[in-house]
């Protein structure tokens, strides 16, 4: 009797270790975790063009001979400095002539007023006087502009680049002599997609990247935005400007601007827990009895291997990032 016993209890233990190992054999393993609260940071790249803050071709408005170029190729040039000096010989002669002129009639006309005020000169000769000396004086100041016009001075302060005439050259109007360019403050411009229109505008700031042998980044602030999308490639204009305090970035570089649109804190999950159906999102979700729930969500956000949710669970959810491709709803699970 004991033996037959022995014998029946011990084939139950078997079987029931046997179910047991095939149970857990069978049994789908994921893993899951629950969404976490965190900082996310919408960022728009893009690739830029380094523009000079200004830049003005130094030309002339006269035809004359160079008697002197007085900068230096690729040096600073101050504003209203000197730069050329262009052949003044026969203006400076009229100009001593005209000067001495002037200088008689002034003195005449001096004598005349002594005169007219003691009655002794008539009212016809002073106003002959006066009228000389200000045609005199208005000569005068036609040549000092002349002479002027023979000397060009740097508009404002910046760089010059090389020189494409010597002295002794006979320069026209429009001819090129060198360039100057503003480089203290850069222009940084970029097109922007259409779709990001509402979240830009001209107090919006960047950050630029510059991949030189030493990476350089600086901050600047958008300034203007064009007002017209274009129809064929969709994006808008945009420019912005920086600080170039070591003069190491330079027209024409390409850069990378980095433009932040959102910062906000958010629910957000694995993004290898979102898969699509139709384009639609979901999730699957773990309940206290192992049980694999299908939840419809709305997603934002996606950084650094997280996806923000808008909508569809909570922080108490237990959310499913590996394993989803060997469940479905229904699925009884062991999450690890």
């Not at 830049?55 to 400095?81: P, R």
């Not at 002034?106 to 000169?121: D, P, Q, T, V």
């Not at 959102?262 to 827990?273: I, M």
């Amino acid at each position: 009797m004991n033996f037959f016993f022995s014998f029946f209890l011990a084939v139950s233990l078997i079987l029931n270790f046997s179910n047991t190992f095939s149970k857990n054999l069978n049994q789908i393993v994921v893993s899951a975790k629950q969404p976490v609260k965190k900082d996310l940071i919408d960022i728009l790249e893009l690739p830029g063009t380094v523009l000079a803050n200004e830049s003005v071709q130094i030309t002339t408005v006269v035809s004359e001979k160079i008697k002197k170029i007085l900068f230096e190729e690729g040096k600073f040039a101050k504003k209203n400095q000197l730069l050329v000096e262009l052949q003044d010989d026969e203006e400076q002669a009229i100009y001593k002539q005209v000067k001495a002129e002037f200088e008689e009639a002034k003195i005449n006309y001096e004598r005349a007023l002594k005169l007219s005020e003691k009655g002794n000169i008539s009212q016809s000769i002073l106003d002959n006087r006066l009228m000389l000396k200000k045609k005199l004086s208005a000569k005068v100041q036609e040549i000092e502009a002349k002479i002027e016009d023979l000397k060009i001075k740097a508009p404002f302060n910046g760089f010059t680049s090389s020189r494409n005439f010597s002295e002794g050259a006979l320069v026209k109007p429009g001819d090129i002599i060198t360039n100057l360019y503003d480089l203290k403050k850069l222009k940084i411009e970029a097109y922007v997609p259409e779709i990001f229109s509402g979240k830009i505008d001209n107090k919006t700031n960047f950050e630029v990247k510059v991949n030189l042998k030493n990476t350089i980044k600086t901050k600047g602030m958008i300034y203007v935005i064009e007002p017209l999308v274009n129809e064929t490639t969709r994006t808008f204009r945009i420019i912005g400007k920086i600080e170039n305090l070591k003069n190491n970035i330079k027209p024409g570089m390409m850069v990378t601007l980095k433009i932040i649109l959102d910062k906000k804190n958010a629910l957000v999950v694995s993004e290898g827990a979102v898969f699509n159906k139709d384009d639609i999102s979901y999730v699957y979700t773990v309940d206290k009895k192992n049980i694999i729930n299908l939840k419809r969500v709305e997603i934002g956000l996606r950084n650094n291997g997280m996806v923000e949710v808008t909508k569809g669970i909570s922080v108490e959810d237990l959310v499913v990032y590996e394993g989803i491709n060997k469940i479905n709803m229904g699925s009884v699970v062991k999450v690890k």
